[in-house]
């Protein structure tokens, strides 16, 4: 039966004097993340105090600062922080400097007192610091802040990232402005900060309590991601004496993915494990669907968020893709990271991790067949319901499942990477269409043509890269292109198709549109004489650009996207019937 004294959460409003004491030992949990306060944060805070202990303040002589959550026993001066990190490392470093700018050595070392707590054995309280950060912060804010006349020596910024830029620069902000208040008025900053301002603080017993309230306040808009609440999540289901290991190791992966990309990994990985459209949030579905998460921490490190975080920077790392499975496989991946999209990388993740595992999996083939099957969809513009189903069936055939229920909703079961004739024909009516008005289609759509029109060596990396219409949009009465397309219905209905369309390495020249054909050619397809697109070239080898030289291109032009997928047959019946 639990003892009821050791349920109570305290809440009460405390002198700062009280919170930096023999009372606290305050340390960061794992989970948080790290130290974030900006300089505009600190001058605004050290503006509200010097302004609070004016003359002609109106704050009745007294500063709140705020409230800090803490996950603390009765009697025990352990106090992991749930909320108020930023608070209380900041006082930290402001303390750290007026200890270090004192002239008095006596009155110096009596202010260490406020950052590491005095040994004394008679009472049995050992030396410590006030104020532990995170396990990979600490080291660093003790060397260069809580040591004895640290700041007054402070590193440069140059090369710093993260929570340790932010220490750096704070510290440089802080001793700055107390540089220029003397010391008589740095002592009396102390003495309000200490006896004159405020917290609130609230204590409670248990980690399990401290969870709910992390979730609260997130809930209340503590600037928290869904990874950081399953960081929490999963750091209580592990305990304490796996905390450390299991907190360093997920935090290596978030700076190795950085903190978009990590929060885009768990979204992937739980499409692989519940392979169907996500009914609720990722902090509240993640631990149901990945049920490992749940049951084995350690587990799911070792199994699930290591290696699938190491295909994920695989998919990535366009060297890696091509030492591993050749130029091809890594220009189709290149290709695929072209689309709207990303529902299309759990199963190559997936497929990547088999291979990882030694799994007997041809990766090259695969990705040949996924990126077909992105284009068919990203072409007919498949809603996100049907990409997911689709995608969900291609993870089945990858994985299939054990003892799985079918999916909510699923109807019948696809041809997961096979496109059925019926696709084939739905994927060439779309690529014969007005393919310039699909603004989103039709840059990724040239660049796999682009891609399919020569052996792979090239890449085309260019800071800027525009579509142009050959036939231009607008005919000026007795131009070349008036007298080539004098009926109307001809030039509208081969203006925005994929034989009028080439690729430019510039941004678009509204004057040189309308150029005539031969000067288009060469003074604003290559104004160097060459282009670097072997579409925007193949053009320059015409000697007119009538209807029939359009169509021509277009028939050509599909012909080679169909071999490039491996529809060749398939085509010829698509073209038959058309």
């Not at 006082?91 to 007192?113: A, M």
């Not at 299939?400 to 041809?415: F, H, I, L, N, W």
């Amino acid at each position: 039966m639990n003892d009821l004294s050791q349920l109570r959460i305290e809440a009460a409003h405390k002198k700062i004097s009280e919170v930096f004491s023999k009372d606290y030992a305050f340390t960061i949990p794992a989970y948080q993340r790290p130290y974030a306060w900006e300089t505009t944060q600190v001058e605004e805070l050290l503006t509200d105090l010097t302004e609070a202990m004016g003359p002609a303040s109106k704050s009745d002589g007294f500063y709140f600062l705020g409230s800090i959550v803490l996950v603390k026993k009765h009697g025990s001066p352990n106090a992991r922080v749930v909320d108020g990190q930023q608070r209380l490392t900041t006082l930290t470093i402001l303390f750290s400097v007026i200890r270090d700018l004192t002239e008095d050595t006596v009155k110096r070392v009596s202010r260490e007192k406020y950052i590491k707590q005095v040994a004394n054995e008679d009472e049995g309280i050992p030396e410590a610091l006030r104020l532990l950060l995170r396990q990979k912060d600490q080291a660093y804010f003790e060397k260069h802040v809580q040591m004895i006349g640290a700041t007054n020596d402070l590193p440069v910024k140059d090369g710093l990232s993260g929570a340790k830029a932010r220490i750096i620069e704070n510290a440089r902000t802080i001793r700055n402005k107390l540089e220029e208040m003397g010391e008589e008025k740095r002592s009396e900053l102390l003495k309000f900060l200490l006896q004159n301002c405020y917290l609130v603080v609230v204590e409670v017993p248990t980690p399990t309590a401290a969870r709910r309230i992390f979730t609260v306040l997130n809930a209340r808009g503590m600037d928290l991601s869904a990874t950081d609440i399953l960081k929490a999540d999963l750091l209580e289901r592990a305990g304490e004496h796996k905390e450390d290991n299991l907190s360093q190791r997920w935090e290596d992966i978030e700076i190795s993915l950085e903190r978009g990309k990590f929060s885009d990994l768990f979204t992937h990985v739980r499409m692989i494990f519940e392979r169907d459209k996500p009914r609720t949030s990722l902090e509240n579905g993640f631990p149901v669907q990945v049920p490992v998460f749940r049951d084995d921490p350690l587990s799911f490190m070792d199994t699930v968020l290591e290696p699938f975080a190491d295909v994920f920077l695989l998919s990535m790392d366009d060297v890696e893709l091509r030492n591993r499975f050749g130029h091809k496989t890594a220009d189709l991946v290149r290709s695929l990271n072209r689309l709207d999209n990303k529902d299309w990388l759990p199963p190559l993740l997936l497929c990547l991790q088999q291979s990882n595992k030694g799994d007997n999996v041809d990766v090259a083939e695969f990705v040949f067949q996924l990126e077909r099957l992105a284009y068919y969809l990203f072409m007919v513009r498949a809603d996100v319901n049907v990409r997911m189903n689709r995608y969900a069936d291609v993870l089945d055939v990858l994985e299939p499942p054990v003892d799985r229920k079918p999916r909510a909703g699923a109807k019948e079961r696809s041809t997961g990477l096979e496109l059925t004739e019926t696709e084939v024909f739905a994927l060439f009516n779309a690529l014969d269409g007005d393919v310039y008005l699909a603004t989103r289609v039709v840059k990724p759509l040239l660049l796999r043509l682009e891609q399919a029109s020569h052996d792979g060596s090239a890449n085309y990396d260019f800071p800027t890269i525009s579509v142009e219409h050959v036939c231009p949009q607008t005919l000026e009465e007795g131009s070349q292109w008036a007298e080539w397309y004098s009926d109307a219905e001809d030039h509208s209905y081969w203006l925005h198709s994929i034989g009028n369309l080439v690729l430019l390495n510039f941004r678009k020249n509204s004057a040189a549109r309308n150029y005539d054909f031969e000067k288009k050619k060469t003074k604003y397809f290559a104004p160097g004489d060459t282009s670097p697109f072997t579409l925007t070239n193949e053009v320059r080898e015409f000697e007119s650009w009538t209807p029939e030289d359009i169509e021509g291109r277009r028939k050509e032009l599909l012909k080679r996207l169909a071999k490039a997928w491996g529809l060749k047959d398939a085509f010829k019946k698509w073209w038959k019937s058309e």
